[in-house]
């Protein structure tokens, strides 16, 4: 090795290691050493659960009847059971029998070990029955038990069991690899309904006056799809073909079930023919909940949602439930029919819910809503890419499986599979789907599964496409240019990928989509795409008007195009395809004194067809100046049929402080039909009328709205004053009795007026033990802004005994961020210095080995 190379060597050393832990850090919980499936002893065949409920002492008295076969010698069994008390547990020969021994067992931590009577062979069936007490339980199931603070709350207890949370409310193996049938016995109140998975096999007086509702699930699913929901519920009853389909909400509710709920037998009409798969279960019902810790969870024919799905027909025009109510139902296929075997694997869970959700919105509103919803997808897992981590679809290196519930596994991998589709083509996409999904029915799969799905069914090898975007993370970044050569008739279309690549993130090779339209005709070239640089010829009678990459944006990327202002103003007066004119508008909005963007973007504002063009060019407008773009934003605001562009006008508007801005946005706060248009006004009032606006914001903070949006607006509008008679107001608020969603609200606002105020702390603090998640993340994040280095104890404190990991992660960077703040300056300065020193002794080092070099 030559002194050169061992000098290059150490010096590429000295620059990596600050990058590997960087790169170390851009894994996120994603650094652990890779799992394997969990190995398992024996197959659970069955579960039998009674459960008697005592919802005054918020307690549940159990039986787990287990039926399993040992797939090798056992002489014990091991169990997951966390958090009860478990009273005895009993052997019966076989099912059905009545002859049961009682066996030894011991608990630790969250493990149930039995010690059998002994030794049993792969050939037996066993039958356990575990007498066992939840007391006050904290996760698995859950009691809400109505304190007053929220007037539309009822009685009621449900479950929620994924990704590893069935052993806190019954024993068994808590893993996805290990599909069961079910039974469920609840016996609640007389006046209670209980829901739970299969069909409702009886429904019988119990001694007491109560009554018991035993459920039975004869097609298989995993444990932590089993659940039970009870309280005082009404029904929405439908069908779709011979299916029943019921949907329960909280007693008084009714009239907003239709809203949300009406096309939920279209839906299953609609994946029964995509799939090539008919609804595999006997009934579907849905049941909204309160206080629940999720949107929804897809448990076999019995979807929990959150009563939030519910709302009224103002908030229907910004807030439709479509969207999840979709994909907890495509679950019913993708999760529950087949299910991953790992959570390594959730995205053959989650990514495929995600996108049949947005084939269903397609499906429903057209081609463009379709298109516009994963433009939505990949923006929001870029976020999370840019912001958090980046990592492989497919890892098993998670911490904790909840770590895998991401953007990755959602709104990422959704774009995957719609790319699948795009270099299979729809034909063969679809045939592949429904192989797997035939192939796959009430089984438990990995990524491999698919891929030899597609295989076998049309007989295409796509390795490289699972390779690089299951097993790499990251996505291209595609830098295109063109020149027209008249003299050859020849168009060069140059293609850049940008991204750095290293060992996560590949140089990747994809067909792409080029769109050439020329004065008669638009023509769509396909290419691939696999090099650093690359470019591509196209012989065309004369030169096109513009280019577009990547038209109908079938490519997950970040993408930079150079063209002149004419081609853009073209391309968004007159592309088809809206993807394009939304590249359009943004390409525009960086040329912000131009007289000719600012008309394009105001033409596109006022009369394009679809809304969300519009709404981005109302946006856009913000960026530039005068009387005919103030005159199309107060025109959008007051005028377009689409609350979405409303919403966007009124808050480019915050930018235009003359007169009759204040005048328009009062109006629209009178008069908008939409909340969250209406708390937008609010917001830009204060910009552009601070000094006049208080009544409009005391007035509004009376305002109802669905999360009290309106509120929250008018809240921290005042909290922007500064005054001191705001901090009393909103401390009176958060003190006060009003219901909570109404206290909450304000959180924010208050603790912008923290600084230098305990008494702020001190009001917020008790908002950490709201038995409400969404109560207790507004009082994390409130905290963390406050400033207040006191409020770090509080937050540790609530970390100890915080069971959601989300919560847990907002702890963690509330403190941070707080202990960040509060860096004393010395502090600061002994940092600096050290920085310093370290810094001179890297440069001598690199000196030194210059001139170790040199001579």
């Keep these: 090795m030559t002194r050169f190379f061992r000098c290059a060597c150490l010096l590429a050393l000295l620059v990596a290691a600050p990058l590997m832990a960087m790169g170390a850090e851009r894994r996120g919980p994603f650094n652990e050493p890779p799992q394997s499936v969990r190995s398992r002893d024996f197959d659970q065949q069955h579960i039998r659960l009674e459960l008697d409920f005592d919802f005054q002492r918020r307690r549940v008295d159990g039986r787990a009847v287990i039926t399993l076969a040992p797939l090798v010698p056992l002489d014990e069994i091991r169990l997951d059971a966390a958090d009860m008390q478990i009273d005895r547990v009993m052997l019966r020969d076989g099912p059905g029998r009545n002859d049961p021994r009682e066996l030894q067992f011991a608990t630790q931590g969250d493990e149930l070990t039995v010690v059998l009577d002994r030794r049993y062979e792969p050939a037996a069936t066993l039958t356990l029955a575990i007498d066992y007490r939840l007391i006050e339980p904290q996760r698995g199931i859950h009691f809400v038990i109505p304190d007053g603070s929220d007037p539309r709350e009822r009685t009621m207890a449900w479950t929620h069991s994924e990704p590893i949370a069935a052993r806190y409310w019954f024993p068994s193996f808590d893993s996805p690899n290990d599909r069961i049938t079910s039974e469920v016995l609840a016996t609640v109140p007389e006046d209670f309904v209980v829901v739970s998975n299969g069909k409702l096999k009886s429904k019988e007086k119990a001694s007491d006056g109560r009554r018991t509702w035993h459920f039975v699930q004869e097609k298989s699913h995993v444990t932590y799809l089993v659940s039970v929901v009870a309280g005082r519920f009404e029904a929405l009853s439908q069908e779709w073909e011979d299916v029943p389909v019921v949907s329960y909400v909280p007693k008084g509710r009714l009239n907003e079930a239709r809203r949300s709920f009406d096309k939920t037998p279209e839906m299953i009409g609609f994946f029964s023919e995509q799939t090539g798969y008919r609804y595999p279960w006997p009934g579907y019902t849905q049941i909204c909940v309160d206080r629940y810790v999720a949107g929804g969870m897809e448990h076999t024919t019995a979807t929990t949602l959150t009563s939030d799905t519910l709302h009224d027909a103002r908030a229907h025009l910004d807030h439709q439930s479509d969207g999840l109510v979709s994909h907890e139902l495509a ?5 529950d029919l087949i299910t991953c075997k790992d959570f390594g694997e959730l995205w053959l869970n989650e990514s495929f819910a995600t996108y049949f959700a947005t084939l269903w919105i397609e499906h429903d509103r057209g081609a463009d809503e379709g298109l516009w919803r994963r433009y939505g997808e990949a923006e929001s897992y870029f976020a999370e890419d840019k912001d958090r981590y980046r990592r492989p679809i497919v890892t098993y290196g998670y911490e904790h499986p909840r ?9 990422k991998g959704a774009r995957v599979l719609h790319m699948l589709r795009f270099v299979l083509g729809e034909e063969r996409f679809w045939r592949a789907i429904r192989h797997y999904t035939r192939e796959h029915a009430f089984g438990t799969v990995e990524t491999a599964d698919l ?6 069914s049309t007989g295409q090898g796509l390795n490289w496409f699972f390779r690089e975007w299951l097993e790499h993370g990251g996505h291209p970044e595609y830098e295109v240019s063109y020149r027209w050569d008249e003299a050859e008739k020849m168009l060069r279309v140059e293609v850049k990928q940008t991204q750095e690549v290293d060992e996560l993130t590949p140089l990747f090779r994809m067909p792409v989509e080029i769109e050439l339209v020329l004065p008669d005709e638009t023509l769509i070239r396909r290419v691939e795409v696999s090099k650093r640089e690359e470019t591509f010829h196209f012989g065309l009678p004369e030169r096109p008007r513009w280019v577009c990459f990547d038209p109908r944006d079938w490519v997950l990327k970040k993408l930079v195009t150079h063209k002149s202002k004419q081609e853009w103003v073209a391309q968004l007066a007159e592309d088809e395809n809206v993807i394009c004119r939304v590249r359009a508008v943004h390409a525009l909005a960086e040329l912000a004194k131009d007289g000719d963007a600012e008309a394009a973007l105001g033409r596109a504002a006022r009369e394009d067809p679809f809304w969300a063009v519009r709404g981005e060019a109302a946006e856009a407008l913000s960026k530039f100046r005068g009387d005919e773009v103030r005159a199309t934003l107060l025109r959008l605001a007051r005028d377009d049929p689409k609350s979405d562009v409303r919403r966007a006008a009124v808050e480019s508007l915050g930018r235009f402080p003359e007169k009759e801005t204040p005048k328009a946005l009062r109006e629209v706060i009178r008069k908008d039909r939409s909340y969250e248009t209406v708390a937008a006004a609010l917001r830009s009032l204060v910009k552009v009328d601070k000094d006049g606006c208080r009544n409009d914001l005391t007035a509004a903070l ?8 309106i509120r ?23 003190r006060g009795d009003e219901p909570i969603g109404r206290r909450a609200a304000v959180l924010g606002a208050a603790a912008k007026l923290a600084e230098g105020r305990t008494e702020v702390t001190d009001a917020i603090a008790p908002y950490l033990d709201d038995p409400r998640h969404w109560v207790r993340r507004a009082a994390v994040e409130a905290l963390g802004a406050t400033g207040d280095a006191a409020a770090v104890d509080l937050l540790l404190k609530r970390r100890d005994i915080e069971t959601s990991r989300r919560t847990q992660r907002m702890i963690d960077k509330a403190v941070e961020k707080l ?3 509060n860096v004393p300056v ?21 000196e030194r080995l210059e001139g170790q070099e040199r001579g």
């Design 819 to 821: 202990r960040e703040r």
């Design 702 to 709: 009376k305002r109802p709205s669905r999360h009290e949006v």
């Design 712 to 734: 929250k607006a008018a809240a921290e509008g005042l909290a922007a004053s500064g005054d001191a008679k705001v901090v009393e107001r909103l401390l009176a608020i958060l």
């Design 331 to 335: 679950h019913q296929w993708y999760g």
């Design 826 to 846: 010395q502090e600061i300065r002994k940092q600096l210095d050290e920085l310093k020193q370290e810094n001179r002794r890297l440069r001598e080092r690199v």
């Design 451 to 456: 891929r030899i799905a597609i295989e076998e």
């Design 403 to 411: 770590d895998m519930f991401d953007r990755h596994s959602y709104p």
